[in-house]
């Protein structure tokens, strides 16, 4: 499912609907999917759901390790994953950074890797002006130039990390920044403690560092928008991003290379897949 926002337009709304859908038929009807494995399982690793529950709850390692009491360098190789942790173990993890652990069981959706992998083949720039128009872009490339003290979040965000995600129409480019450093450029909104965060100096520490046209601006990292969206009860965002961090974990050195096929291919993964409907 994806979220449209038709005030951008019907036609390139539905020209974007599209040309995704197509784009998936054809994907899972060519095994162009993914290498190895058309299903996504874990969305998180243990070490990926271990340091979000502890950024979430503002502790250090060591903080951490007294309250369980583990060493910290056991810590340090969980969420590195260096060393898989047991299943109590990360409930116990949970539970000390006072957070509830809940299983929910759902019908896997492989389509997001194949439009993540997609995504992240265009420039940073070019994955937010396709997703959420020229006026988005020109804010995040006005911040980049500015050189100002700003982490990216929200969905620009996620759309320069690679989510699939179409961005609401008319929305401003969200920023986290701390006090001394103001921000006055155009469609660019400061949230000073964004959700399940504790303001510019947590996501600081974790934020990722891309180029728009040559100048260099700060991105919260897909972990931490997570907690983001999770805290603002986003959850088709929180699962696009788990859906980053998967593609990540798969393949760390960028996606592979895309596999062309011809208009014969596409008619018959359309026709098959219409013949299951």
Known sequence: MKIIDFTVGAETA????LAELTATVIAQFTGQLCSGSATVGDMLRAADLLLLARRTAGLSQAELSARLGRA?????RWELGEMQPPYDAVRDVIAA???DASVELAEADPSYLYEVGEQLRRPPLERVRRLGGDARARAVTGLA???TKAVVIGDAAGALQ???LVLPSGGPVEVCAPATAPVDIACVAIVAVPP???GYADLRRGRERLLIDGDAIDVASPLDLLRIERARGHGLQASALEAVLEHRRRWPDGPPAARGFTDD???EAIEAWLTRM
């Open 145 to 147: 130039r500015s050189g």
């Open 265 to 267: 291919q596409a008619r």
């Open 72 to 76: 910290r360098s056991t810590i340090a």
């Open 14 to 17: 539905s020209q974007l609907l």
């Open 97 to 99: 950074c006072g957070l």
């Open 196 to 198: 399940g965060t504790r």
């Open 162 to 164: 690679g989510w699939p």
